[in-house]
């Protein structure tokens, strides 16, 4: 290879490396990947055996999404934790507020794809991995693991989305 082909491969080599990194800070995934995340959006409903558990995100800013989880139990409703997913210094976190936790709850986003987030703290004890799947438009998995008592443990939540309820 002779002239401007030669100088052309490492050109296009070097850019597609500098296309990969764009939108991830050091950790491996940043501001460039909230928007991976717009799929939560919405009002999402779980029947379990002893009541009805519903997530609600809505988008707050370009890098901020805010959340609440919730339940029905005998006609009354708890509010279970606030929620929220945001960029710090250039990485993602999901942030649980929750009654038994004096101060909020921090989970770095560790993985990523077009279907599935995964958030760990492997400080805490439960949960230490929290991970959402978006199984289509209308189903959503999640699951939530860790320790409690010395022990593991593992909850599983398939939601629904409420399809006929206004978010705001």
């Known amino acids: 290879m002779e002239g401007p082909v030669k100088l052309c491969i ?15 800070s050091s950790s491996g995934w940043g501001p460039g990947d909230f928007q991976r ?10 029947e379990r055996a002893t009541a ?12 901020r999404m805010e959340g609440q989880g919730f339940r029905v139990f005998n006609g009354d409703t708890l509010l279970a934790e606030r929620l929220r ?15 038994q936790n004096l101060d909020e709850v921090w989970f770095k986003l560790t993985r990523i794809t077009k279907d599935e987030a995964v958030f760990e ?30 022990r593991p443990r ?15």
Request: aromatic share 16%; proline share 4%.
């Open 10 to 24: 490492p050109i296009l080599t070097v850019s597609f490396l500098l296309a990969g990194c764009a939108g991830t």
């Open 37 to 46: 995340l717009h799929w939560l959006v919405g009002t999402w409903k779980s």
């Open 52 to 63: 009805t558990v519903f997530e609600r995100w809505a988008i707050t800013d370009d890098y």
């Open 85 to 99: 997913i945001q960029v710090q210094d250039d990485v993602l976190y999901y942030v649980a507020d929750v009654p």
């Open 121 to 150: 703290n492997p400080q805490h004890d439960f949960p230490k991995i929290i991970v959402y799947r978006r199984e289509s438009d209308y189903k959503l998995y999640v699951r939530v693991e860790g320790e409690e008592n010395g």
């Open 154 to 168: 593992r909850l599983e939540f398939f939601f629904d989305r409420e399809r006929n309820v206004i978010d705001g």
